[in-house]
C-alpha cells in the first residue's frame, strides 16, 4: 500500500530558516492544499469566511 499525503509532506525539506518555523511545513502545505482543493485562491480568502 502507498505512502499517505501527511507521509509525503513530512519528507519535504524545510526551506525556511529557523525564525520562520513557527508551525511545521508539512502541516502547512497541507493548508495550502486543503484551501486550494476547497476553491480558495490566496491566503486572504481563506482568513475572510466566517
Do not use: C, K, N
Amino acid at each position: 500500500m502507498g505512502a499517505s499525503l501527511m507521509e509525503h509532506l513530512r519528507q519535504v525539506e524545510d526551506f525556511r530558516t529557523t525564525d520562520g518555523r513557527r508551525h511545521p511545513l508539512w502541516l502547512v502545505l497541507l493548508f495550502v492544499i486543503m484551501g486550494t482543493m476547497s476553491g480558495y485562491v490566496g491566503y486572504r480568502a481563506w482568513g475572510d469566511e466566517s
